[in-house]
């Protein structure tokens, strides 16, 4: 029994045994279950072990033990955890994922029946097997806080991979014969066309997962071992972040929010995909929302809404474009306009001469770092003057995981990790290097959520000349650090200094040749 040594010594010393660490001891499976989900969850409280007849419970109210006994129908030794600890626990505990294998036995098993399995999942009951292992992916997907889920198919297996804080991680080794009708049973619920395997497709699910609602965005492509799916999960019941939760400093968050309030001009979010570019463009929104104001966004999807806010969805089947779309705003009598994604020369434009006539205009590019999101529109063939004389501040970003607070401990970085520090003048905390060691709440990964990094340039008058004058990359960027520009990775270094993060997670993420 795992932590019958720990239960033993607190037979001699009851004051020590009146806690348990749910950070380090993990549930037994065969004490879980004993008791439902729902039960545990209601109660704030899970098994750990049996101690012969006796099942050893983590409580946050000891008053819980009564009930736990009728349940139980055991004796019950009550062990006190903090409340958010045994959340935690009971959601790593009853896995969704339970019982799965019963579900693609059931599956196989009918399959031996009939020839093609996608047509009978087409008319398939919430009963089916396959039904059911792809609600169980999804509802975990939800308790693991992943953004996505991969669906990928091999020969005779099936992979299932999840994006937790922007790292994929293997989940689940299906056979390969349940792929096509776990494909299927996904189109159905997205609305695709089920018949069409060669091209790729996008579609999207609205539904509600253990109470709450979610969006999912699908998209299937052709491999050479069949049908690959993603999906894009967009929890709407996580709450939108202001711009001091994101992980600006106060400086800086100042200065962007004094940049927000003004009457006209653009500004532009860059970063590559999945750097959280949607997320800080709603934080910006928050900050200016006010009756007053008539705001309007194109967007491709939107992800959440506003209740004031007045939001356009992309249709390109309906001729709904980002250009045309912003064209038909401009007739909306706007004072804030949000682009979701400058995509080509004809959106870009249109949203460069906004600026200019009187409207504030946020957007999001495709940019490796601040100074690349100018060229960026200058490539494009937006004119020096027009970009010079719009852009107001540009604002690139990352994501780096932060260190799980419930497993941080001391240790000592690489020699390249300390020389990357070196060059930005940082030395490290001041108590030391820490990482996560892993533990039960991070999954043993030592990271648990993230935080943004961010690179702010407000376009004075020595960058506007310099882009007047089709200045090289390297020219804008050390002309910004002159006026007060942090890079990417000075801002990182900080988290680093601040043990929000640690030297290889930042090397990870924010790495830029040249920089």
Known sequence: MRLRNRWDESAAAPARAARIDLRTATPAAEATALLAEADARRLDAIPVALDGD???????????????????????????????????????????????????RDFEARDALRKAAAKAETAASDDAPVVQVVSMVITQALRDRASDIHIEPSA????VRYRIDGALHDVLDLPGSIGPAAVS?????????????????DGQISTEV????????????????????????????????????????????????AQLRSPYGMVICAGPTGSGKTTTLYGSLGELNSPERNIMTIEDPVEYTFPSINQIQINEQAGVTFAGGLRSILRQDPDVILVGEVRDVETARIAVQSALTGHFVLSSLHATDAASALHRLL????????????????????????????????YQPAREELAFLD???????????????????????????????????????HVRALVLDKAPHTAIRAAARREGMRTLQEEGARLVQ??????????????LAGA
């Open 423 to 461: 060059q930005f003048g940082v030395r490290g905390p001041a108590d030391g290097f820490v990482r996560g060691r892993g533990c039960n709440f991070c999954a043993r990964t030592g990271f648990l959520e993230r935080i943004g990094v961010y690179e702010m340039m407000v376009i004075g008058d």
């Open 498 to 511: 601040a043990g929000t993060t640690t030297v290889a997670e930042l090397m990870r993420s924010i790495y």
């Open 210 to 257: 253990e109470g709450r609602p979610v969006d999912i965005r699908v998209a299937t492509t052709a491999v050479v071992g069949g049908e690959k799916v993603v999906m894009r999960l967009l929890d709407k019941s996580r709450p939108l972040y202001e711009l001091r939760q994101l992980g600006m400093p106060d400086d800086m968050a100042a200065r962007y929010a």
């Open 54 to 104: 006796t099942v050893v419970v983590a409580v946050a109210d000891p008053a819980a033990v009564t009930e736990l006994r009728a349940l139980l129908g055991r004796p019950v030794k009550a062990l006190e955890a903090a409340p958010g600890d045994i959340r935690l626990a009971i959601g790593n505990a009853y896995r969704a994922l339970t019982g799965i294998d019963d579900r693609v």
């Open 156 to 159: 005779d297996r099936v992979r």
């Open 379 to 410: 490539d494009m063939g937006i004119e020096t003057f027009l970009v010079a004389s719009s852009v107001t501040t540009v604002l690139a970003q990352r994501l780096v995981r932060r260190i799980c607070p419930h497993c941080r401990e001391g």
């Open 185 to 201: 049973r996904i189109k159905i619920l997205a609305g695709l066309n089920i018949v069409e395997r060669r091209r790729p497709q």
